[in-house]
């Protein structure tokens, strides 16, 4: 994911960018199935960006998210990319993450 900085001249844009998704999960209460949706974390990495800049910042899949994001219907994943910079206003941004291209890379 690429990420950038607009600060003032000779600054520079610390934080951390985030991946979750929203997942159905099942499992079984006194022999009923019970569905409940609950928010995983995918993964996550920190970045340092110097003012006027950008960068590509990799977040790397477990095996246990890539499998997860395998078992999707058409191996396609929403989830919720935030950035978490030290100082200034958090960005949410919604991005699809592919099956096909985690299973090559295991990065995303």
């Known amino acids: ?24 999960t099942k499992h079984k209460v006194k022999g009923r199935t019970k569905t409940e949706t609950k928010t995983v974390t995918l993964g996550s990495a920190a970045y340092r960006v110097a003012a006027g800049q950008s960068t590509t910042v990799t ?15 058409g191996h396609k994943l929403k989830a919720v990319a935030s950035a978490r910079p030290s100082t200034g206003a958090a960005v949410v941004k ?15």
């Not at 919604?94 to 995303?108: D, R």
């Open 1 to 24: 994911m690429s990420v950038s900085c607009s600060g003032s001249s000779g600054a520079t844009c610390v934080g951390r960018l985030t991946l979750t998704a929203r997942v159905k």
């Open 59 to 73: 977040i790397k899949l477990s095996a246990s998210n890539v499998k997860l994001l395998d078992s999707t219907p």
């Open 94 to 108: 919604t991005v699809t993450l592919s099956g096909t291209a985690a299973k090559k890379k295991h990065v995303m």
